[in-house]
């Protein structure tokens, strides 16, 4: 399906053309093995389903009681896993490896800009985990209850997390970077009783400051929180709130360094995970706990055929995002293995940084976001040449279509033409992946996630929903996976109407168009909602609309993505002002939207124009914005546009 006018379509245009093949780096074997041995599993999830969950799911994790029931499809599309069995997360993700004898394997290596290194095993993780845990249920968070987590990249983020599921409270991740109106907002809305936070944190070789953000955004409202608990990481000047806030270490240092991890039903609620939709505010993806778990291991291992005893799994995603839950935290985790987390920018000092990370630390496996590639490509060749690369294995990308170009430089000069690319396709909702190919197996085509994941049932299909052997259309998921999410927080409409009213219930309903080759491999479109993708990062234009009007001189605004090289898409906004334009408005009005949702939301460019162009309806003509925005040539009718004028204006001509 060509999406017109959004920034997709230079992606598109070249993966339309694009028909190479490469077939597997011979001489070695990923955990599926060949491609044959894919169609093997595929098969046996065809003739037995709940069967073949059942034993990956007794095989994978470690039960305190096991279950007896696979798939409860009773309130579809509300689904349930293994529901009558229980188990505990920090338990299969780090008790487990302890108890078989790997307790001094490397958990965590940490990395922080300024270049320190610090280590976990998997038994200190395991001890610090315990303590956060310990000294949370002293301050009253019993299982159930919600926890927001703002901080940095760092280890304690992750200890954080793991406490959270010893003592079966829901997590909350909130991105550091997002402004304390939005941290408010999602706070509120999890009903959270605690929140942890760091001092600040290091980007660019300065501190940025993170807990005044806590300290405004708890000034109103969010009544439930009783305590901050607080990381001494970046070494800045803090206030504390007496009675409130705790220093995280203090709080640590006086738990024991066990605490027995709490038995919960499979479906107990693990994490609320916040992200934009095409309307109103964002949306809390719910996620719990067996079924997730049982993915982020199987992904790991199909995926990115990670092995504990010999990957280095580096994940370059923030915690604050789905992959850094998943492939940063959980899914390394889970199979035991060695993480790597850096704290910083790509591009610090210099653009070489990713790669001396890899090879300092002997990365295999290393997953990034083609925005990042992209950046890296613009930074020259001089910059992976000069860094050790020979321990990768494979590379993956996630996050948005990668343009066959990044591919090609990354399969070429990061990959040394023998990594498997795996381009993996998911989403928040989806807990995993979903589409991908799997190492030394798949034959890969530059740009396309090519096939799904075994147990996966995912199709191409025409608006009623009949699928489309080649072609275009949307991209649907015909079967419940053990991963997927289990509402939206707090608003159970709005999970059937995003995702299920489109298909009457029957298909969950992805966002995303999509194309299917004559190979049946999958072409990934863009979304066909009113969601941007930014830099990998999804911002719903509504939202960015509702931040520019809630600004006094604001009357009218309308929020288009246009192709941008390196993030995918850039924001433009349009905006109809009350009174007479101003100079300097423009920047004031970026820097309004970045103080009520976050950097990542600013608009790249914003013009001004007497009114917008709209339908005798009244609805505002987007696919023309969107035409002007990329500066494109107009091809649509619009004399039925009162004003013509406003288009020049638009334009800026
Ligand atoms: C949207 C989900 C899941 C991790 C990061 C983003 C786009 C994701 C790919 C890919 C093309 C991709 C889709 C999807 N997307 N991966 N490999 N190829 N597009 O998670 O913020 O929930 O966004 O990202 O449009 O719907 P998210």
């Known amino acids: ?51 073949t969950w059942r034993d990956l799911a007794r095989e994978h994790l ?5 279950f007896t029931r696979v798939l409860n499809r009773e309130h579809a599309p ?12 920090s338990e299969n993700c780090l008790d487990r490896h302890v108890r078989a004898g790997f307790g001094e394997r ?12 610090r280590k976990y095993s998997y038994s200190a993780l395991l001890a610090d985990v315990c303590r956060a845990a310990n000294a949370m249920r002293e301050l009253g968070v019993a299982a159930g209850d919600r926890v927001v987590i703002y901080m940095p990249m760092i280890p304690e983020a992750a200890i954080a997390m793991l406490a959270c599921t010893r003592i079966g409270a829901v997590h909350s991740v909130v991105f550091g970077a997002f402004s304390p109106q939005a941290l408010r907002d999602r706070v509120e809305d999890a009903g959270a009783r605690l929140v942890i936070t760091a001092d600040g944190g290091w980007r660019r070789g300065g501190i940025h400051a993170m807990k005044p953000n806590v300290d405004l955004a708890l000034a109103e409202g969010c009544h439930r929180v009783g305590h901050v608990l607080v990381v001494a990481h970046a070494g800045n000047d803090v206030e504390r709130t007496a009675g409130r806030d705790i220093d995280w270490q203090q709080a640590l240092n006086m738990q024991p360094a066990e605490c027995a991890p709490l038995a919960v ?3 107990q609620p693990l994490f609320i995970l916040y992200t934009s939709g095409s309307t109103g505010k964002p949306k809390g993806i719910l996620h719990s706990t067996a079924g997730y778990l049982l993915w982020s291991r199987l992904t790991m291992q199909w995926s990115f055929d990670f092995k504990p005893e010999r990957d280095v799994f580096w994940c370059t995603a923030d915690v604050g995002w789905i992959t850094g839950h998943t492939y940063s935290v959980y899914g390394p985790l889970c199979c035991g293995g060695t993480t790597v987390m850096y704290e910083g920018v790509p591009t610090w000092p210099d653009p070489g940084r990713l790669w001396k990370i890899c090879a300092d630390h002997g990365v295999t496996v290393f997953y990034t976001a083609p925005t990042a590639i992209r950046a890296l490509i613009k930074a020259g060749d001089q910059w992976p040449e000069q860094h050790d690369l020979s321990a990768l294995r494979i590379l993956g990308t996630v996050g948005e279509p990668i343009n066959p170009e990044a591919w090609m430089w990354y399969h070429r000069v990061i990959g040394k033409e023998r990594c498997p690319i795996v381009d993996t396709w998911w989403q928040t909702e989806t807990g995993g992946h979903m589409i991908a190919p799997l190492p030394f197996a798949t034959p890969t085509k530059p740009g396309s996630a090519t096939l799904p994941l075994p147990g996966i049932d995912a199709a191409v299909v025409d608006g009623d929903g009949k699928p489309v052997s080649e072609g275009g259309g949307l991209l649907v998921i015909r079967q419940p996976w053990p991963s997927m999410l289990r509402g939206i927080w707090g608003d159970e409409q709005r999970y059937l109407d995003t995702y299920w009213k489109k298909f009457s219930n029957r298909y969950y309903f992805a966002g995303d168009g999509a194309r299917i080759d004559k190979d049946g491999y999958c072409w990934i479109m863009g979304r066909v909602d009113d969601v941007l993708n930014v830099s990998g990062h999804r911002l719903g234009t509504m939202e960015i609309e509702s931040a520019l009007a809630s600004h006094p001189a604001v009357a009218e605004a309308a929020v288009v993505g246009r192709p941008d090289d390196i993030k995918g898409e850039a924001i433009c906004a349009f905006v109809v002002l009350k009174s007479v334009d101003e100079d300097g408005l423009a920047e004031l009005l970026r820097k309004h939207v970045a103080r009520e949702i976050g950097a990542i939301a600013k608009p790249d460019d914003i013009r001004i124009a007497n009114s917008l162009p709209k339908t005798r309806s009244g609805k505002i003509m987007r696919r023309l914005l969107r035409d002007i925005a990329a500066g494109r040539e107009i091809t649509q009718d619009i004399s039925t546009l009162e004003d013509q004028s406003v288009i020049a204006q638009l334009q800026g001509r």
């Open 106 to 117: 490397t958990a965590i290596i940490w990395e922080g800009e300024t270049g320190v290194v």
């Open 62 to 66: 470690e039960w305190r009681e096991p």
């Open 265 to 267: 039903e499979a479906e």
């Open 1 to 51: 399906m060509q999406q017109e006018g959004t920034a997709m379509s230079e992606v598109i245009d070249s993966a339309l053309h694009e028909n190479r093949v490469f077939e597997p780096p011979a001489g070695e074997a990923g955990r599926i093995p060949s491609l044959d041995a894919y169609h093997v599993l595929r098969k046996r999830f065809n003739d037995d389903f709940d069967g």
């Open 78 to 89: 509300f689904f349930r896993w293994f529901e009558d069995g229980k188990l505990n997360l």
